[in-house]
Each structure stands twice: as structure tokens, then as C-alpha cells.
């Protein structure tokens, strides 16, 4: 309908743009920036004499382990600081040097920087069975030294002496194996089975009491595996059992990860209380695991939809006529 002779059109949005600009000034104002700006090159490829001396782990092949607890950080936070003119050369300010020796340390997700994989998983996603195992090996003693170290697989710990240099160490497995002998227990017993010192990952691997009816494989077979590839969302290999077989793999136990074995969807159980396991037939097996979040692509697909509603909205709103 049109406006009667006189009259103008009144722009009801213009109060609405200018409350949200006003917001938005007042939140990058009100304050200083929490955080400092830090030279790039703080986060550019660490320099070679500033790695630890075997390298770093790389993702499918061996993993690094440190502390993540909060007192530890704290510590690591202030020696850093104290260290870093001292270690780091060159003109960077001792922020940009402090943030380079914590990336050595690989202190809290900085293992993502330099995509190398670690124990403790990636703040703030936290596993509850992960979670409660890294607690529980901790509070037995020397987490490093149990053989749920060798079995995650960890080639470097940093060093209880100074706390940013690392210990190199040769006798972890590797990240899947298979024909171990499954034994059914209920969670706290798992838990502490897998955190004591008489753990054998490579002869037995725990499966939840309620899974004994779908486990068929009795363990002692020659199960073979080859051809291992590991990516960020994906994991396959090969293997080669002589009679249906337990297959382990060294990875936190989550149900968006779905297996396939031959092409086909296949169980995939928590074993060892916080890990990944699966049964395979007897014979020549082509196993994958996926990761689907499907979550993330529904929240996208209703954040796409409210998007396109709110921009028809619009459109249509500044063609009315008042």
C-alpha cells in the first residue's frame, strides 16, 4: 500500500544497524585487547636447533607425552619466560621467544601448530574415559614408565628434570595390533587393569562385560597387520588372521567414529576402557575407520537455513513500504 500524499517513509532499520554498531565499538573499547601481539614469526617453522634431538612424532607413527595438568602449566608458563632470552636467539621480544619454547614443549594445543601428535588430545575436547585414564595413571606414579605408555605408542616425554627438554624413548608399540585375547571386565576394573604395571596390550585386551555376546574371537591367532595409513579423520589398514581375530588400535574410543570392514559397516567396541577394537573375520580384511561429525553438519545446515531466512527477511522488510 502506498503512503498518503506528504507523508515519507520511515527507515526502520536505521535505529536497529546503529544499536548494533554501538555494541560492537563498545566491546572492543570498553577494555584493552586481553592479548599482546606477538611477531609471526613466533609461529613460523620452529629452527632445527630448537627441536628435540630425534625430531618430533609424526601422526600414525608414535606419539609425544607431557603433563597437562594445571600446576605444571603454571610452572611451565613462568621457567619459560625466565628461559627464553636466553635460549631462543635473535631480536624477537621475549613474548615471541616465550611462545617459541612453548611450542617445543608443545604446551597446551600448540601441538596443533606443528601437527604432531600427543597423549592428552586437544583442550578443550575432553574424552570422559580418556579423561579418567590419564587421571588414574597419574595418580599411580610415573605415568611414562607403565606399559600404557608403550601401548599409546609415546617415543618422546619431556624430561622431569627441567621440564622443556625431551627424553627420547624406543619401546613403544605400534598403534594398532591384533590377536590379543579379549577378557570382559566392568569399567573400574578395566581401568585399573589398564593402568597397572602388569598390563600386556599385545596378548590381551579388555571389552566391556556386555560385549562378550557379540565377541566371538578367543585370541591366540597369527593376525598380521599391514599397510597402516592414518589421517585426521580417517584410519585404514590390512590385516591377515588365521581364524576371527580382536583388532586394537591406539585411539580414544568416540561414537562418531564408525568402522567398515571390507566395505561393509562393522562394530566398532571401546576396548582397553578408553580405546578403539574391533573383530575381524578370518582371512584377508580391508578395515576403515571414519569419523562423521554429524552434528557439526546439521548445526551448519540450520545455521545455512536461519542465514538465508534472515537475508529474505531483510530484503524484503527494506522494500516495504510504511
Request: aromatic fraction near 10%; hydrophobic fraction near 40%; glycine fraction near 8%.
Amino acid at each position: 500500500m502506498g503512503l498518503p500524499k506528504g507523508q515519507k517513509k520511515i527507515d526502520c532499520l536505521g535505529p536497529s544497524r546503529s544499536f548494533v554498531i554501538l555494541l560492537w565499538l563498545d566491546l572492543i573499547s570498553h577494555q584493552p585487547l586481553p592479548n599482546p601481539a606477538i611477531e609471526r614469526s613466533a609461529f613460523a617453522n620452529i629452527n632445527s636447533q630448537l627441536q628435540p634431538k630425534f625430531g618430533y612424532p609424526t601422526l600414525g607413527t608414535d606419539r609425544a607425552s607431557c603433563p597437562s595438568n594445571m600446576l605444571y602449566e603454571l610452572n611451565l608458563l613462568e621457567k619459560t619466560y625466565r628461559l627464553a632470552e636466553v635460549t631462543v636467539p635473535g631480536p624477537l621480544s621475549t613474548q615471541a621467544k616465550q611462545q617459541i619454547l612453548l611450542r617445543r614443549t608443545l604446551f597446551s594445543n600448540y601441538n596443533l601448530t606443528d601437527r604432531v601428535p600427543v597423549t592428552s588430545g586437544f583442550y578443550s575436547l575432553f574424552l570422559f574415559h580418556e579423561a579418567m585414564m590419564r587421571r588414574t595413571a597419574a595418580a599411580n606414579g610415573n605415568a611414562e614408565d607403565l606399559p600404557l605408555c608403550r601401548f599409546q605408542g609415546v617415543s618422546l616425554v619431556l624430561s622431569d628434570i627441567d621440564g622443556i627438554e625431551w627424553e627420547y624413548k624406543a619401546d613403544g608399540y605400534r598403534h594398532i595390533t591384533g590377536g590379543q585375547k579379549p577378557v570382559f571386565l566392568e569399567d573400574g576394573a578395566a581401568l585399573a587393569a589398564i593402568t597397572s604395571m602388569s598390563f600386556d596390550p599385545l596378548h590381551i585386551a579388555y571389552f566391556h562385560s556386555s560385549d562378550r555376546s557379540r565377541i566371538e574371537a578367543t585370541g591366540g591367532s597369527d593376525c598380521s597387520i599391514s599397510s597402516p595409513v592414518f589421517g585426521e579423520q580417517n584410519v585404514s589398514f590390512d590385516v591377515n588372521a588365521t581364524t576371527p581375530s580382536i583388532v586394537i588400535v591406539a585411539q580414544a574410543y568416540y561414537h562418531n567414529w564408525k568402522a567398515h570392514i571390507n566395505g561393509k559397516p562393522s562394530q566398532l567396541f571401546r576396548a582397553n576402557y578408553a580405546f578403539q577394537g574391533i573383530q575381524v573375520p578370518a582371512g584377508f580384511s580391508r578395515v576403515n575407520l571414519t569419523y562423521r561429525e554429524r552434528g557439526f553438519y546439521l548445526g551448519a545446515m540450520i545455521s545455512a537455513v536461519t542465514l538465508f531466512g534472515c537475508a529474505l527477511i531483510w530484503a524484503t522488510s527494506s522494500r516495504m513500504k510504511i
